[in-house]
């Protein structure tokens, strides 16, 4: 069975989500070590290394996100989260890695990147319950996932490509009808994060609650 163009992002996500903890690590111990000058380097390169992943793994996200079907509107806001969760991610790591370019490592950015790797494990939370709670991208479920072209096929890198741009898109669209209140995003959609210390239970998929980010679309 062929892989699939959507397939391409879970395959290559795990890179950022290992470089990005292993950049932040190897920051510490050369804060700790200041004459280090070679581990200072690796952790430079490190930063670099978990950027340019985040950058491929979310532009195979952005495509996925057009080739897939969820049919709830909490799973269309979870991937929302997901996506733009992820992009200011991968604009911090490249910020970082920017910065680290012309100076040595700090305490400063060995916290960024611990704070991120926070983060980014939250992200990929969400990125899992979207396939494991709403069955995004299982091609049983039918939808744009069925027909999506073998990943290694002439047709593959054109898809791909217009798939990301319509994907960064939507999420750029979808973030500013949420800032300027004309589409809420359901908090229920942060997982665990919205019932943090409330005892509340999440409601089933699809449900939607009046707890959302923004005002009421019109």
Request: glycine residues 14%; contains cysteine; charged residues 15%.
């Amino acid at each position: 069975m062929p892989m699939r163009t959507h397939e391409l992002h879970p395959s290559i996500v795990h890179a950022p989500l290992a470089l990005l903890p292993a950049a932040a690590i190897a920051d510490l111990v050369a804060t700790a070590r200041p004459r280090d000058r070679g581990l200072d380097a690796v952790g430079r390169t490190l930063w670099w290394s978990a950027a340019a992943g985040g950058l491929a793994a979310g532009l195979a996200g952005m495509a996925a996100s057009q080739e897939i079907e969820v049919r709830s509107e909490h799973a269309r806001d979870a991937m929302f989260l997901h996506g733009i969760g992820n992009l200011g991610l991968v604009l911090a790591a490249f910020g970082v890695a920017a910065w680290r370019s012309r100076n040595r490592a700090c305490l400063t950015t060995a916290l960024t990147g611990l704070a991120a790797t926070a983060a980014a494990g939250y992200t990929a939370y969400l990125g899992g319950e979207l396939v494991y709670g709403h069955g995004a991208g299982v091609r049983a479920m039918g939808g744009a996932a069925s027909e999506a072209p073998p990943l290694f096929s002439a047709e593959a890198p054109g898809r791909l490509a217009r798939d990301a741009v319509r994907g960064l898109r939507w999420l750029l669209s979808r973030g500013a009808r949420a800032v300027t209140g004309r589409e809420r995003v359901d908090r229920t959609a942060l997982g665990p994060l919205a019932e943090a210390g409330t005892g509340a239970e999440p409601p089933p998929p699809g449900a939607r609650t009046d707890g959302g980010l923004g005002a009421s679309p019109m």
